[in-house]
């Protein structure tokens, strides 16, 4: 609370490891478990560009996921650059997020809240890993839902979140997100997952899908507020525009 405003975060992040997710897979994921080992990799460095510490814990990656990060650009240049080093946006906090508050240590991130004097955090749910199975990404979803859900019940009034829908199976979305709405009720934000479309495409209402001329991305109106799309790189100022002590997560 700051002069009687309470300071609301719109972009920390909450990206479970696959040790934290695996307990809240359905039956038919859990099956699938053992031929998945060999697709963990090493979570090295922190959300905020923290070189973590053996032991480390892991992240599923089928394949690689295409997106900004191809063909990097630099402010100023006309194109992107034929060589140039891949590198993590340049920190700017005091000091890093205490370990696991992004993962599965609710009580560490709440410390770190009060330590920077945010009231209420809007987090930013991790994606599934890009994988070419619908239904193994459907399953993701499903249970970073679950986990997240128990994540914010320990602090309702102050841990909120988005949840994830899938361009690429949109009826099974439209489900989830009105099972979001009857059980949380206005506080779910709903964002989607931003995916362009050579024809026909359609406008998520509040009466569900419908097919639409107006471009070639999906919309959603279900929720007072949307998000479209996420973010990857940390900030140095809060939504109120404090001074960040940590950066982001």
Avoid at 156 to 179: C, G
Avoid at 193 to 219: C, H, M
Wanted: net charge positive; with cysteine; proline share 8%.
């Amino acid at each position: 609370m700051r002069h009687g405003f309470k300071i609301f975060d719109s972009d920390t992040h909450l990206n479970p490891s696959a040790e934290t997710l695996e307990p809240y897979f359905d039956a038919a994921m859990r099956k699938r478990l053992p031929e998945w080992e060999s697709c963990k990799v090493p979570f090295r460095i922190g959300w905020a560009g923290e070189i973590l510490q053996p032991p480390y814990r892991h992240r599923y990656q089928f394949k690689k996921r295409a997106g900004w990060r191809e063909g990097l650009r630099v402010l100023g240049e006309a194109g992107p650059r034929e060589h140039i080093a891949a590198h993590f946006p340049k920190f700017m906090g005091s000091r890093f997020p205490t370990p696991g508050g992004s993962d599965d240590d609710i009580e560490a991130r709440v410390r770190d809240m009060d330590e920077e004097g945010v009231d209420v955090q809007l987090m930013l749910p991790g994606l599934p890993p890009a994988s070419d199975d619908v239904e193994v990404e459907i399953g993701f979803i499903r249970a970073n839902h679950r986990f997240t859900n128990d994540f914010c019940s320990k602090h309702p009034h102050r841990l909120k979140s988005l949840i994830v829908v899938s361009s690429r199976a949109i009826e099974a979305s439209w489900k989830k997100s009105k099972h979001g709405r009857a059980r949380h009720g206005p506080q779910v934000s709903i964002p989607t997952w931003l995916k362009a479309f050579p024809s026909t495409t359609r406008t998520w209402s509040r009466s569900g899908p419908r097919p639409t001329t107006q471009g070639s991305v999906w919309r959603i109106t279900v929720s007072p507020l949307a998000i479209l799309g996420t973010a990857t790189s940390g900030t140095t100022r809060s939504s109120a525009g404090l001074p960040r002590t940590r950066g982001a997560r």
